[in-house]
């Protein structure tokens, strides 16, 4: 996602020339990267993403100089199931074959603008990449308002970027906000002290929140796909909180401290009236984060965004090697 943000940025913005697109379009076996994984490369030489771990780079390089030069789109197809890989000459391994298609961009490409518009309404759009010539659809990327069945076509399906509203800035609170910037989600700072919640203390975050506790929630305002982790270290915050995040249905909500604090404040929520239910318990993450041996600010961030990209992924966390089935579904 921050890949593609990123390339969107170079495609819109005032400044922006012809440009030529990679995009990784098909896989037959196995491949350091999936289907949508794109490389933009400007007429003055700027490279941005990938669709290789580097190994296929300096080619598409190449190519996209002369598809710069004549206008003409190509699918170029890379074949790396020898054993030896002598054709890259860099014994890649990968055992795969993959599709690759290079356009050439104007300055803001109608298909970058809707896709921006759509990320800043929060919603999914469908991008298809022709990577069979066909009589009718040229080689390159449009925007689809379906998907069809077209053996010479890929469809990508873009959800907007990840959205995490973290109640609490503390200084613990600022890594978290780094990391999940640096993956290229869309932060969300709440807190009711109007001190902390600053844009100095947090210039990652798109959206800053400041309101009493028990209103905090609803100005901050997470919506269903939304990550939520409360992290204030106040009790007295802490529970106004939960009883409004409890029963949203959040992609994930996690609670910061002990196993034992968090079962207070259940309780406590419980007496006062609110029926927590077992999915509600379930939804919990609490204490927030994976058992990673962590101890400074920054180890705790990477506990916590670690879980929350394992849930995202609806995947258990488990190390690699423990995996019997592909590491890509």
Known sequence: MKELQAILRVLLSPAAGASVLAT??????????????????????????SISGGCLEEDIVVRARNVLATGIAESVVYDTTSENDLVWGVGLGCHGVVRVVLEKLPPRPAWAVALAENFAARRPALLAVTHLAATDTPLGTRLSGEQTTDAGTFFDRIRPPTALAIFG??????????????????????????????????????TLAVAPSGDLVGRAAPDADTLAVVMTHHYVHDVPLLRALLPRPLAYLGLLGPKKRAERILADLARDGLAITAEMRARLHAPVGLDLGADSPEQVALAIVAEMQAVLARRDARPLRERTRPIHD
């Open 24 to 49: 990784l379009a098909t896989v037959e076996g196995s491949s350091y990267r999936r289907p949508g994984a794109r490389l933009l490369l400007t007429a003055d030489g700027r490279r941005l993403g």
């Open 169 to 206: 800035a503390g200084d613990d609170a600022q890594p978290l906000a780094r990391l999940a910037h640096e993956l290229g989600w869309q932060v969300t700072v709440a807190d009711p002290r109007a001190a902390f919640a600053t844009a100095e203390r947090f210039p990652e975050a798109q």
